[in-house]
């Protein structure tokens, strides 16, 4: 593939993410890190907020499932997700997990599991996203393009 | 009781005066009158001594009503009694004299009686002496009726009391024969005569019967012509008669008969007999002898009646007064005889008369014809008396009445008073509180609209948000202002102590204002003097509060021209007076004429009193003038700039906004700051605000402060420009002192020339080349030939060619031109000036590297590349992701950053000695908080501050530090204020010295804020591990 045409579908699909607002300023920021001392920074943060997320999500699942669920701890957990989630500027999610801990806060259970989906329904669908912007710039990457700014 | 006593004694001593008074008065008679006077000057000196204890009364309590009743009721009483009192008394002193009077009149007219009668009766006495020797001594006798009656008729003068005399004389019955034969007439007697009462006209002594045989005879024999009707008479048959003579001639005396009805004029007389002895008798010779030596009897008619009328003609007043004689012989039978019987029980006088007669008794009863006049002095005295108390009476009634009624206004009004300042304290608390409590929802409403920005919204949703995200920025910002009156107004605004730098706090202002100002095209300058110190001690927040206020107005009201901020001394300002005032109205910033600054601290007390100002003390007194260009205020609202609410007029909140409070604050934090606030205007030229402030100056106080100052952020990046000389080419003074004032901030060594042909002069002249020429906008643009041939010039003729700079007022003009000049190598700083920005500008265009954020114009990672390499961070955070990121940001500006994910861990790594200059906390953690954490950090550290400050530890092993104090800076997204607040509180609770407001920071993970943190830690002397306290 052509490389001006890979460079264009990057920052097509770049804008695209940020215009149907997976992603905000926060991710602009975090690219805006990364400099030759740190050439992979971004997708380390990335894929630790994967990690993370992954791990907080089943957490969630387990600890809604219990008999008596211990509100604290699922509010922990979701401060937690939002807080890494805000990092790297994956807003939707952000803006779930607050509804999901206004939910907590009045100990609603259906309400939270109702944003247990949501949640997992949008960290899955930022996820696809990202990877396929990743797989993009590796793409441009091995073609010995530059990723545009 | 106070009052029963000042009472009782005054009406005492009024007694006591009064009764001396009316002695007096009576005595002194036209003085009276003035000791009344006297007499109601002690009355009124009491009445004021009884004021003056009711005054000291009611100083220690109040007197009830009823008592001042009680006082005064005793008081009219009192005063009734006394007039009644003094009216007696002085009607009977006017009887009294009256009686006197009556008794003088009366003896001066009895005396006057018996002396005539004395000289009458003594001439009776004489003419017995005359027949005892003229008729019964000589024989024949000398004496015939002729002779006796001539003798007595010639006589009478000498006898005006008696109407007639006569003789009679003793005849025995044996000699009665004889007699009768001899007299040619027999002895008739009288008491036939006394039963039937003849008349006048036919009198006849033939009538007379012969008297029957007695012992003895008394017939008459000698008689005055008027009464010689009663010769041949015996005395001894009439009854009075024959008593008198047997008392006559017993006593030897001359004696009276009882008045009776005389004979022939039946008037009323008397008849005094004496006897004729035949010898000279011894006066102590028995009644015996006496009558034995008896030859007659003399008797003396006396009409009482003609007699005394005869006697009170003589005298004057005989009409005043009425007289009466009578015969009291019979005390219970007085018989009259003078004067009217009409009794009168008014006033009567008896004088007791001595006719000679001590069988009889006589006496003068004298009154006075008028009834005795209505004592009117003493009803008038008494009355006036009693007037004049019950007036003054009155004067204190109504006096306690008033006072009472001023009294109870006054409580009134005190209690007016206190509800209107309670009031008043309400209202402010009311303020308070309610601002208070709708800042808080507020905050709640602002930072759901900051979260709402971040959701998915089209452009109009966008649009709305930001509106009303606007708005209640606004509200928030009215509510503070309000606070801060309410604050102020209730006395509960304290001000900071805490050491800023000032120029630093004019920069930031200067920045908030800079977007403004270039939208209108309006020039913003400050320019502070030299003199005024780097740091000083006071409130930077207040003080930043009133400049703002003072350049929101300007810029507010400013459409074109300029806006100049100036802070000097206020010594050097008094000093440079005269030399101010030359200064043409053509040399201000922009070129537009101004109002003229000297006119706005006229009224300040600072100049007036130039001894306050003590050169040798701590206290700085600095002068700001913020002077702007706008439309001015109109003359007639220039007198209510500075009350709260009151704007100019109705339709400038409508044009412009705002509450109108701003001013009004600002004077009290100006008073607050023991400075003074003034300003001139003059419509459509300009205003000028200038204002005073007290601070202390900060280098002197603090030894610690020295190290501190290098480390300030425009030192930290002068030193680039240390040594450096730069050229200002810039007409007008006044800029071109701002100018000079910004890059000298910088160390750089600055001249300033008027023209191109003086820059090129001094230029090729200079001993050392200049590094960089700054060129004013206005030169540039005025003479493009003139640029291009000094641009020219300025490569040929300088050693080293100087990098050019434009100073402009707006970007997008000064670019455009740029474009056109074609002059590629020149660069555009803008205005308003500050060391910052200015630096910033100058350090790209002239250092080698341009790795700056292009994105914000204003390169914060600047500093931050030369602040952070080398320096240990710390951060701590249980979110990996965040950890990371925040990891990151701080390596990107070279940072050697360690990460924690617990707070355990974090107080293990900084318990002391360690090499982290910085530590990243954040707030929520699960197993243990933020707080919690720095808690125990600063416990750890004072500990070990306080072993080493001991001796306990060596100061060596700690890497020769002994007072630890690790800046921890708190992370968090939440940016609301109750988060702020506990950090506030937390601050308070666990602060080591004095802490202030702005020593906290929160910081995002987001890395615009964790910028600002990190501006903030360069600006808060973060290298040295000095005392400065963070969260």
Not at chain 2, 40 to 66: E, N
Not at chain 2, 385 to 405: D, E, M, P, S
Not at chain 2, 683 to 691: E, L, Q
Not at chain 2, 696 to 723: A, C, H, L
């Amino acid at each position: 593939m052509d490389l001006v045409q890979l460079q264009r579908q990057f920052v097509d699909y770049r804008t695209s993410l940020y215009h149907e607002g997976f992603l905000d300023e926060q991710f602009t920021q975090l690219q805006e890190l990364q400099d030759e001392n740190n050439p992979d920074f971004v997708v380390e943060v990335v894929s630790l907020f994967f990690e993370d997320s992954e791990r907080l999500l089943n957490e969630l699942a387990r600890a809604l499932e219990q008999q008596s669920i211990d509100y604290k701890r699922i509010d922990a957990h979701v401060h937690q997700l939002k807080g890494s989630s805000s990092s790297i500027g994956a807003q939707r999610v952000q803006k779930v997990c607050i509804a999901f801990r206004n939910y907590c806060e009045e100990q609603n259970v259906e309400g939270c599991l109702k944003c247990l989906q949501q949640v997992r329904h949008e960290y899955s669908l930022v996820k696809t996203k990202l990877e396929s912007l990743f797989q993009l710039e590796q793409q441009i990457l091995t073609a010995g393009g530059s990723i545009p700014m | 009781m106070l009052c029963c006593w000042i009472a009782s004694m005054m009406s005492m001593n009024c007694l006591i005066n009064c009764q001396f008074k009316c002695t007096e008065a009576s005595l002194l008679g036209d003085s009276g009158t003035k000791m009344w006077f006297k007499c109601w000057d002690i009355i009124s000196t009491y009445s004021f001594k009884i004021h003056h204890h009711y005054y000291q009364f009611i100083g220690s309590k109040r007197v009830s009503k009823t008592w001042w009743r009680k006082l005064l009721l005793s008081w009219v009483i009192g005063w009734t009694v006394v007039s009644i009192w003094i009216f007696c008394y002085m009607s009977s002193q006017a009887t009294e004299k009256r009686r006197e009077t009556l008794a003088s009149m009366c003896d001066e007219r009895a005396r006057m009686l018996q002396d005539q009668f004395n000289v009458s009766m003594n001439h009776i006495q004489a003419m017995s002496i005359l027949i005892s020797t003229f008729h019964h001594g000589k024989n024949p006798s000398a004496i015939d009726q002729m002779t006796f009656a001539r003798y007595t008729e010639r006589t009478a003068f000498e006898r005006p009391l008696t109407s007639g005399v006569a003789y009679a004389v003793r005849v025995l019955h044996s000699e009665r024969e004889q007699f009768e034969k001899h007299q040619g007439w027999t002895i008739k007697r009288m008491d036939t005569l006394e039963k039937n009462p003849v008349h006048k006209d036919d009198y006849n002594p033939d009538l007379f019967e012969p008297s029957p045989i007695q012992e003895e005879y008394a017939p008459v024999i000698f008689a005055q012509d008027i009464i010689s009707h009663v010769i041949s008479i015996d005395l001894l048959s009439g009854k009075e008669d024959r008593e008198n003579v047997l008392r006559a001639r017993k006593s030897g005396k001359g004696v009276l008969t009882a008045p009776f009805p005389l004979l022939k004029t039946n008037r009323l007389g008397v008849i005094l007999t004496f006897a004729v002895y035949k010898r000279d008798l011894p006066s102590n010779a028995t009644p015996n002898e006496r009558i034995q030596a008896t030859n007659g009897y003399l008797g003396g008619v006396f009409d009482v009646e003609s007699l005394v009328e005869k006697l009170l003609h003589q005298l004057a007043s005989k009409q005043t007064i009425l007289v009466n004689v009578l015969d009291t012989t019979n005390r219970s039978y007085p018989i009259s005889m003078y004067g009217s019987n009409a009794s009168d029980d008014g006033l009567e006088l008896v004088s007791h008369l001595n006719f000679g007669d001590p069988f009889r008794k006589h006496e003068m009863r004298c009154r006075f014809k008028q009834k005795p006049p209505w004592p009117w002095l003493a009803i008038t005295t008494s009355i006036g008396i009693l007037v004049i108390a019950l007036l003054v009476g009155h004067i204190f009634h109504a006096a306690v009445n008033r006072i009472a009624k001023v009294e109870d206004d006054c409580h009134k009004m005190m209690e007016l008073k206190k509800q209107a300042e309670a009031a008043d304290v309400a209202k402010s608390q009311f303020l308070a509180t309610v601002s208070h409590e709708i800042r808080t929802p507020m905050n709640g409403v602002l930072g759901m609209l900051h979260m709402l920005m971040d959701t998915d919204l089209d452009v109009t949703q966008l649009d709305y948000v930001r509106t009303a995200q606007a708005s209640g920025k606004a509200l928030v910002a009215l509510i503070n202002e309000v606070l801060d009156q309410a604050k102020i107004e209730s006395g509960k605004l304290e001000l900071e102590e805490v050491q800023f730098d000032l120029r630093a706090v004019l920069d930031d202002v200067l920045s908030l204002f800079s977007g403004k100002a270039q939208d209108k095209g309006v020039e913003l300058a400050v320019f502070i003097s030299d003199q005024v110190p780097e740091t000083l001690i006071g409130d930077p927040g207040r003080f930043r509060q009133i400049i703002t206020n003072l350049m929101g107005n300007s810029i507010k009201f400013t459409e074109k021209g300029h806006i100049h901020v100036t802070v000097h001394l206020v010594e050097e300002v008094i000093d440079s007076i005269e030399v101010e005032t030359e200064s043409s109205s053509n040399n201000t910033l922009s070129g537009f004429p101004v109002a003229d600054r000297l006119q706005s601290w006229k009224g300040f007390r600072t100049f007036s009193q130039e001894g306050s100002i003590h050169p040798f003390s701590d206290s700085i007194n600095i002068i700001v003038s913020v002077e702007d260009t706008g439309e001015g205020i109109p003359i007639e609202a220039q007198s209510r700039v500075f009350t709260p609410f009151m704007q100019v007029g109705p339709s400038i909140s409508r044009t412009h906004g705002g509450t109108g409070i701003g001013l009004s604050i600002s004077k009290c934090l100006v008073n607050l700051m023991k400075g003074e606030i003034g300003f001139v205007s003059i419509p459509k030229i300009g205003s000028t605000f200038t204002f005073t402030a007290g601070f202390t100056s900060g280098s002197s106080s603090s030894k610690e402060y020295k190290s501190q100052q290098i480390n300030n952020q425009t030192n930290s990046v002068s030193s680039e420009f240390r040594g450096k000389r730069a050229l200002v080419v810039d007409p007008r003074s006044v800029r071109a002192k701002v100018s000079r004032y910004h890059i000298q901030r910088l160390g750089i060594h600055v001249e300033v020339v008027s023209d191109w042909k003086q820059g090129l002069s001094s230029i090729s002249q200079g001993g050392s080349a200049f590094n960089m020429v700054l060129i004013e906008q206005e030169v540039w643009d005025q003479d493009l030939n003139g640029s291009a041939h000094f641009i020219d010039n300025l490569e040929k003729r300088a050693i080293t060619t100087p990098k050019v700079f434009l100073l402009s007022n707006s970007i997008s003009s000064s670019r455009a031109n740029t474009t056109t000049s074609g002059v590629c190598n020149l660069t555009v700083i803008p205005k308003p000036l500050r060391a910052s920005m200015l630096a910033a500008s100058l350090q790209r265009a002239m250092g080698d590297g341009n790795k700056g954020n292009p994105r914000n114009g204003e390169l914060p990672s600047l500093s931050l590349q030369n602040l952070l390499p080398g320096r240990k961070i710390l951060i701590v955070d249980d979110n990996n992701v965040n950890l990371k990121v925040a990891a990151g940001a701080l390596k990107k500006y070279g940072a050697d950053v360690v990460s924690a994910s617990r707070g355990m861990e974090a107080i293990e790594l900084l318990t002391p000695p360690h090499r982290f200059d910085a530590c990243f906390m954040d707030i929520q953690m699960p197993e243990m908080d933020g707080f919690e954490a720095t808690k125990r950090i600063r416990d750890s550290e004072q500990n070990i501050n306080d072993r080493i400050h001991f001796g306990e530890l060596s100061v060596e092993t700690y890497n020769n530090i002994s007072n630890w104090h690790v800046p921890i800076l708190a992370m968090t997204a939440d940016v609301i204020q109750a988060t702020h607040e506990e950090c506030l509180r937390r601050i308070r609770s666990e602060s080591v010295g004095r802490t202030s407001v702005h020593d906290l920071l929160m910081a995002s993970v987001q890395p615009p804020l964790l910028w600002h943190a990190l501006r903030y830690l360069n600006k808060s002397q973060f290298f040295p591990r000095e005392k400065n306290v963070f969260l």
